[in-house]
């Protein structure tokens, strides 16, 4: 079987990295550290929800959640309406694919900050206007598509780009801060940078990020993830935990998973498991992380035989939604050049 280029490896690692810790946090999520060792002791694998899962209950082991399922919807966004993002289409999108969770049975349904803009944005009130509350992290876990569709040597651009997903839901400093550097990580992955290389860039973009939608939460995300870097060097993931924070805040779970990605040394497998197992949010912190590290390792960064599992569980064709976003990236670098 032929190399795939590394460009395409990238985005494929990318959106694996979102389905690996997505999944392998699923039994984890909302449980505490603790209540975490007590029923599956260390996570080391994909393993299904205890009975009675408040979330996850009835998912096997290796499925995916909101988090995977939100991102290729948005993949599949962005590929439809090349050139511009429309809002109502994605409201309705996701509104759509609420309803099909329901009738599953499901209980991972839209965030408090998505549903609420929602809601808005339906009843009549401007898309400028419904995300002006949001600073969950749901736009950061879902933004892989954008960083793998934006190339990475305008961080202004970037965050453009970043700005305009995040409007309806999450429009708010915190938000678009925390979403803007983990898109410049991914975007400047597929660029065939690791992550430390990424982390200055993913900063500025952060710093950027902070000046755009309305003046709310956090006003320094960038130093928050510096933060958790920072912890993350020199200390322990129940270090990281218990000074970040794992709660659905972005300056918490969103700079929780740069630490948990430089507590791994960048290894996407190795990202997954320590989400899994850092309490609270623990998928969309894995989600973030194996997205970023992903984007910085490849596909072939991860044991062969957890990707395989990943795609079969879920039944995913993550190659072709790759390669059509990089065909979107193509476009906008030649834009960009002319």
């Known amino acids: 079987m032929a190399e795939r280029p590394q460009a395409l490896d990238r985005a494929i690692g990318a959106l694996a990295g979102v389905a690996v810790g997505d999944a392998l946090g699923m039994p984890s999520q909302t449980f505490p ?21 408040p979330v996850s209950h009835g998912l096997p082991a290796a499925a995916i959640t909101d988090d995977t399922e939100q991102t290729l919807l948005l993949a599949r966004l962005l590929v439809r309406s090349p050139g511009r993002f429309d809002d109502l289409e994605w409201a309705r999108t996701l509104i759509a694919w609420e309803a099909d969770v329901r009738e599953r049975g499901l209980r991972d349904l839209l965030g408090p900050s998505t549903k609420r803009a929602f809601e808005a944005l339906l009843s009549g009130v401007d898309a400028s206007e419904t995300g002006r509350a949001g600073t969950t992290n749901g736009a950061a876990m879902r933004v892989a598509p954008v960083a793998i569709v934006t190339p990475s040597g305008s961080v202004a651009a970037l965050v453009d780009r970043v700005e305009e997903a995040c409007r309806v839901t999450h429009n708010t400093r915190e938000a678009i801060a925390a979403a803007a550097a983990v898109a410049m990580v991914v975007s400047r992955g597929v660029d065939g940078a690791d992550f430390t290389s990424a982390l200055p860039a993913a900063l500025e973009a952060a710093r ?8 709310v939460g956090e006003s320094d995300m960038a130093g928050r993830i510096e933060a958790a870097l920072d912890i993350a060097a020199h200390g322990t993931e129940a270090e990281l935990a218990r000074t970040i924070g794992t709660s659905v805040a972005s300056r918490e779970s969103v700079a929780a998973a740069f630490g948990v990605v430089r507590l791994a040394g960048g290894d996407p497998w190795k990202a997954a498991v320590i989400a899994a197992n850092i309490g609270d949010d623990t998928d969309t912190i894995g989600a973030i992380a ?40 193509r476009m906008r670098t030649v834009e960009a050049a002319g």
């Open 208 to 215: 950027e990020g902070a000046r755009r939608g309305a003046p």
């Open 290 to 329: 194996g997205a970023m590290a992903g984007a910085c390792s490849g596909a072939a960064g991860f044991p062969r035989d957890k990707l395989q599992r990943i795609v079969t569980v879920n039944r995913l064709d993550l190659e072709e939604l790759a390669l059509a976003l990089l065909d979107l990236r």
């Open 33 to 53: 550290r603790q209540k975490i060792a007590e029923t599956y002791g260390h996570i080391t694998d994909f393993v299904a929800p205890c009975e009675g899962h």
